[in-house]
């Protein structure tokens, strides 16, 4: 059974991927976009526009025949399950749709609000055209055009991708929420950047004072974010230092997009450049803003940023947990870090939406903690050599009494799966004695390296009550200790470890626990152990634990409070075409010093494709790739895949939320 979204998903891409490189045909019929390939491919010839179904019946108000299908479907409420959308553009987990179809491909895993489909006694509809359906509704379910990847899913002929733009978010009822705008900005054909800019926003007239904090902030539990599907990432951050919008600092202010495209503005008027347009400072190339010309020195940017939001997708709708609230300034200005790509022979534009909404008093609890775990060391560890495929892990420790209510992960595309354990997961001895690792071992598929050279890969299972050392592991000592505490003899500071819901009392439960910690130490069990699972790098899972996972209460141990997480790494170990290649690598921006192309390949990828380089001269290396001596083929390009800020790099950091309970 696959353990997440991801996974199942990620099984069929995997499969379908392995077909068309196979050689099997390309396509089988020709279609005008991805979404006229789903209607004929999956509605029609799944019965889906039966006339006793969604054709002439109109089942739930439905219609699927091929001239009605997309307007009965896209931003349409559904009329059977209340609150939710037939398709809500970007979002497969608030699209019906995906959700009904999937219950009945994957029953164990997803479960339809209502009822799966189709109904029996038709069968569920193939993988493959899950995951295209699920391509499309990610992509901002557009009308016309062609998803990146669902000819092969689909075995359809369509026409080259063009930049899709995706419905603007519409804003919440006023008295729910606010809505704050990203002005566009132009992502040139076949080109890849990573952006800064800013904007200004005060949204002070529409926050009634009970949605306030006592600083001048408002107080919100759940944010919606859609972007044209461009983007590989967005951090909104906010900027906090001393220059105001309109000081010289932060250069000219020109309207982005609409009539007024190009002409200067007033950052501070709202209607500046109209409806369909927004105000912002030149968009500077960046990686996490580092170096940024047009921001102020003071601004706090960079890859320990995390942003009070932002998306890997093109939409989200991220949901506190209950009593957790996140806040912001009433206005302000905020520095918007966009990466995309665009692939296509055509200029595509980035846009922007984010609806806030307002955190009810009783909601206003907690204040909302980031997993953010970007320290340089831990974020760009990748290192695997050419045809290889390696695994990197981390231990990351949360503060004492942390309720996490979410995990999540980012990958570069050579990052093929990531997994998350319960607690702090080191190797026990050997040359490598203390370091993080996997508990599964080695990955016989991939051919990773052992992590730990042979020695096991463990982590004790902390006491329920009783250690106060720190050990791990409690003795006849400190039983004797909670003795005394129960009797009152001694106070419950000398082991607060006996006080297992930190009430500041010890009862005879808590000793008795003690006790079969004392008879029965025992280790984690990595099966029970694992937590989150992970294989498309582009659509990551966004695991939300509900009640929030306990990690552990004041007088916890850092074992209670830790998760271990390892990524696989694949540099054309399984597709030699994948491999990272000096001459296809992008320099790094501004300079930093961190990936891009290697400084000298070290693997063949013609001639001997996969076979070392040897030689000291490019020629040397070049020849050495010969598929014969002096036959002139070779060529030496391959590179090993480190850590970097190019998408042909790669990245291992671990997202997600938190709050620490009073």
């Not at 509704?137 to 063009?162: F, K, M, N, Y």
């Not at 997009?257 to 190009?262: F, T």
């Not at 702090?424 to 080695?442: E, L, M, T, V, Y």
Request: glycine letters at 10%.
């Amino acid at each position: 059974m696959c353990r997440a979204i991801a996974a199942c998903l990620g099984a069929g891409v995997l499969a379908i991927a392995g077909a068309v490189w196979a050689g099997e045909p390309a396509c089988q019929e020709t279609f005008p976009s991805t979404f006229a390939a789903i209607q004929k491919v999956v509605f029609e010839k799944r019965g889906c526009t039966d006339a006793v179904c969604h054709g002439a019946a109109r089942n739930g108000g439905l219609d699927l025949t091929p001239d009605a299908a997309y307007d009965s479907l896209v931003n349409q409420p559904s009329e059977t399950v209340p609150g939710w959308f037939r398709v809500f553009p970007g979002q497969r987990d608030r699209s019906l749709l995906f959700l009904n179809l999937a219950a009945k491909t994957f029953p164990d895993d997803f479960k339809a609000p209502l009822r799966a489909m189709p109904l029996d006694p038709l069968p569920g509809i193939l993988s493959n055209e899950l995951e295209a359906i699920r391509k499309w509704i990610e992509s901002g379910a557009p009308r016309t055009g062609t998803v990146a990847g669902t000819e092969q899913l689909l075995d359809a002929c369509l026409p080259p991708a063009e930049p899709i733009q995706i419905d603007p978010l519409p804003p919440p009822d006023p008295l729910v929420g606010v809505q704050i705008h990203m002005p566009r900005w132009i992502v040139k054909a076949h080109e890849e950047h990573e952006v800064c800019y800013a904007s200004y926003y005060d949204i002070t007239d529409q926050v009634p004072e009970e949605y306030r904090g006592p600083n001048g902030t408002v107080r919100f539990n759940k944010t919606e974010i859609r972007q044209d599907p461009l983007s590989h990432h967005l951090i909104v951050n906010l900027y906090e230092g001393t220059h105001p919008i309109t000081d010289p600092v932060w250069g000219e202010f020109k309207c982005r997009g609409g009539a007024m495209d190009g002409q200067t503005c007033d950052p501070t008027d709202p209607n500046a450049c109209g409806a369909d347009s927004g105000c912002a400072n030149d968009p500077a190339i960046s990686i996490a803003c580092f170096g940024a010309q047009n921001l102020p020195g003071d601004a706090t940017t960079g890859l320990g940023a995390s942003g009070f939001t932002g998306t890997q997708k093109a939409a989200t709708t991220i949901t506190l947990s209950p009593g957790v609230y996140n806040e912001i300034p009433l206005k302000g200005v905020i520095i918007w870090n966009s990466h995309a790509f665009n692939l296509t022979d055509q200029d595509g534009k980035l846009e922007a939406w984010i609806n806030l909404y307002f955190a009810d008093p009783d909601e206003q609890q907690y204040p909302l903690q980031p997993v953010f775990v970007a320290d340089p060391p831990i974020l760009f560890k990748t290192n695997v050599p050419p045809f290889k495929a390696d695994e990197v892990c981390n231990v990351f420790t949360l503060p004492k009494r942390a309720q996490l209510f979410e995990l999540s992960s980012h990958m570069h595309h050579r990052g093929k799966r990531w997994r998350t354990w319960d607690g702090a997961w080191r190797c026990q001895g050997g040359p490598h004695d203390g370091d993080p690792c996997s508990p599964f071992g080695p990955d016989e598929s991939f051919s990773t390296t052992d992590l730990c050279a042979g020695a096991p890969c463990k982590t004790k299972l902390p006491p329920l009550a009783g250690e106060c050392d720190g050990n791990l592991a409690v003795t006849i000592d400190e039983l004797i200790k909670g003795v005394n505490i129960v009797l009152g003899s001694a106070p419950v500071d000398d082991c607060k470890r006996f006080d297992m819901n930190d009430d500041r009392q010890v009862t005879i439960a808590d000793l008795v626990a003690a006790v079969a910690s004392a008879s029965q130490p025992a280790l984690r069990d990595a099966q029970e152990s694992l937590l989150y699972t992970n294989f498309i790098y582009n659509d990551p899972l966004v695991l939300d634990f509900e009640p929030p996972k306990a990690m552990g209460g004041k007088s916890s141990l850092p074992e209670e409070r830790s998760l271990t997480y390892c990524a696989l790494y694949d540099n054309g170990f399984s597709d030699p075409t994948d491999v990272k290649m000096k001459s296809t690598s992008p320099p790094p921006p501004l300079g930093i010093p961190l990936g891009g192309p290697c400084q000298t390949a070290s693997g063949c990828t013609a001639g001997r494709p996969g076979a070392d380089c040897t030689g000291t001269t490019d020629a040397e290396r070049n020849a050495s790739c010969d598929s014969t001596d002096g036959a002139g083929d070779g060529i030496c390009d391959a590179c090993v895949l480190k850590g970097g800020v190019t998408t042909q790099d790669e990245m291992f950091l671990l997202l997600g939320s938190f709050f620490v309970k009073k």
